[in-house]
């Protein structure tokens, strides 16, 4: 079981990049997905989530309206569109599956993902 996230670089501020992260190993269709970031010296922190159905969406205030989350079950993939980016969202950014949830559920904690992918750099300069 594997999540691969790609699609991480480097941006200006005020740019955008689109972060995948695609699934093998077994089907995430029945999965809710979310998205984590770890900055330097800091914390593992929530960014956002999205249930399997697609219904719900759940987001960290601090991207809200910046970044959208979005899945493909058919492709097995997650996204996370980032724009306007800032300085402050320099970090790696993970991506996770929550297991066992029901379709409108997009957990904000990390404690309710059962896998992890490999992180990809996102790094936003001044």
């Known amino acids: 079981v594997q999540l691969q996230a790609s699609g991480g670089g480097l941006v200006q501020t005020g740019g955008s990049l689109r972060l995948s992260c695609a699934a093998s190993?077994?089907?995430?269709?029945?999965?809710?997905m979310g998205w984590f970031r770890q900055a330097p010296g800091k914390e593992r922190e929530f960014v956002a989530a999205?249930?399997?159905?697609?219904?719900?969406?759940n987001y960290a205030d601090s991207v809200k309206g910046r970044f959208t989350i979005a899945r493909d079950n058919a492709k097995n993939t997650v996204y996370l569109q980032m724009n306007s980016l800032k300085p402050e969202d320099t970090a790696v950014y993970y991506c996770?599956?929550?297991?066992?949830?029901?379709?409108?559920?997009?957990?904000?904690?990390?404690?309710?993902?059962?896998?992890w992918g490999q992180g990809t750099l996102v790094t936003v300069s001044s």
């Open positions: 190993g077994r089907s995430f269709s029945r999965d809710a």
């Open positions: 999205i249930s399997w159905s697609s219904i719900s969406t």
């Open positions: 996770a599956a929550a297991t066992g949830t029901r379709h409108y559920t997009a957990p904000g904690e990390d404690y309710e993902y059962d896998y």
